[in-house]
């Protein structure tokens, strides 16, 4: 369990610390083509929404690597299954329809809170 904890995580990290990177470093235009709901959201709050999803990667990766406050891991798991589930509303609220990403991110961060509940 602890090694597919670790597989799961790791790529939910990965993939979030580069979302979250291009949210915080990049222009609203250079965000536009990969993520068409940027312009419906003040940049103040998407350069906050990538500082929160790089913190998530720490919340699952750093606690369970030391010890330290490893109810962390589940918190920040949960964490983006809540994230994914308001891109959902966000994208079916705008002319966006492509929610299959964000379903299967849910599912990964939910598969995740399982395993973190198991270290």
């Known amino acids: ?12 990290a990965l993939f979030y610390f580069y979302a979250g ?15 068409a709901w940027v312009d419906r959201m003040p940049l103040p709050a ?4 990538g500082t929160v ?10 606690p369970p690597l030391t010890g330290i406050a490893p109810w962390l891991a589940p918190a920040a798991a949960i964490g983006f299954v809540l994230l994914q589930t308001g891109a ?3 994208h079916l609220t705008g002319e966006d329809r492509r929610i299959t990403l964000n379903l299967g ?11 973190a ?3």
């Open 53 to 62: 999803e790089m913190l998530g990667t720490a919340g699952l990766i750093l």
């Open 88 to 90: 959902v509303a966000v």
């Open 105 to 115: 991110l849910i599912a990964f961060a939910a598969v995740t809170v399982w395993l």
């Open 117 to 119: 509940t198991g270290l």
């Open 46 to 49: 998407l350069r906050a929404l």
């Open 21 to 35: 990177t291009l949210k915080v470093i990049r222009s609203r235009d250079q965000l536009r083509p990969m993520m």
């Open 1 to 12: 369990m602890n090694i597919a904890y670790w597989i799961v995580a790791g790529l939910l």
